[in-house]
């Protein structure tokens, strides 16, 4: 397997534009994860998805993050409007309920807002 | 909610001596720890967990320790690697995995 695919990998934009970041899990896991790593705050939970149900949203800073699971292979992040202080490295990460916690994280995407 | 501590921030060591990085966590009711190991420019990589039912699991040279009634558990690495060198994060868990809070990281450097 390819592992978890997201994209885009770096991404600039100017605040108040839409940012949508997309990720493609491990075939067959079922959970669904996305982080988010800074410097000040260091690797946080947003969201999370179970057979593409939302389980857990708590860790959506506001109202201008939503995310999305249309399938079993995809998901989205999306910021609108974003602001510079949502510039992170965001992370999806998946896993498979089998007795065995592991996720396996994906390459990252680098978020810059200016 | 749950806060996960993590020292140091920093630590260099040299090549084939040991490291420790030790957590503590503030939730009672956590039951899962794992370790993951970041390198530059990639994501978090899991290189071994520990749950609340267990003391200590060793995977060849990394080994991590649990003291629940201290609320702390610690990763050790012995004989250390120049390819050891990475970002190290703990994580503190009650819901399998699923509600992981992270520790701020240890930036370990072994000179060769």
């Known amino acids: 397997d390819a592992g978890v695919i997201q994209s885009p990998r770096h991404e600039v934009t100017e605040m108040g534009q839409e940012v949508t970041l997309r990720c493609k899990p491990i075939?067959?896991?079922?959970?669904l994860f996305w982080y988010r790593q800074t410097m000040m705050r260091g690797l946080e939970l947003l969201i999370y998805?179970?057979?593409?149900?939302?389980?857990?949203d708590s860790g959506m800073p506001e109202d201008r993050f939503s995310a999305k699971m249309p399938n079993a292979s995809f998901s989205t992040l999306k910021i609108q409007p974003s602001e510079p202080r949502d510039s992170a490295v965001y992370f999806c990460?998946?896993?498979?309920?089998?007795?065995?916690?592991?996720?396996?994280f994906g390459p990252g995407t680098r978020l810059t807002v200016t | 909610g749950e806060n996960v501590e993590q020292h140091p921030s920093t630590l260099s060591v040299q090549e084939g001596d040991s490291a420790v990085i030790k957590c503590t966590y503030s939730d009672s009711a956590s039951n899962y720890f794992p370790w993951y190991k970041q390198e530059l420019g990639k994501g978090p990589q899991l290189i071994i967990d520990?749950?609340?039912?267990?003391g200590e699991k060793k995977d060849q040279r990394i080994a991590v320790t649990l003291n629940k009634t201290a609320k702390h558990f610690s990763l050790h690495i012995t004989e250390t690697q120049p390819e050891d060198s990475a970002v190290y994060f703990c994580?503190?868990?009650?819901?399998?995995?699923?509600?992981?809070?992270f520790g701020a990281g240890t930036r370990l450097t072994v000179k060769p």
């Open positions: 520990i749950r609340s039912n267990v």
């Open positions: 075939s067959g896991h079922d959970y």
């Open positions: 998805f179970n057979n593409n149900v939302p389980i857990d």
């Open positions: 990460a998946s896993s498979l309920w089998s007795g065995a916690y592991e996720q396996y």
């Open positions: 994580a503190a868990s009650k819901r399998g995995g699923n509600d992981m809070r």
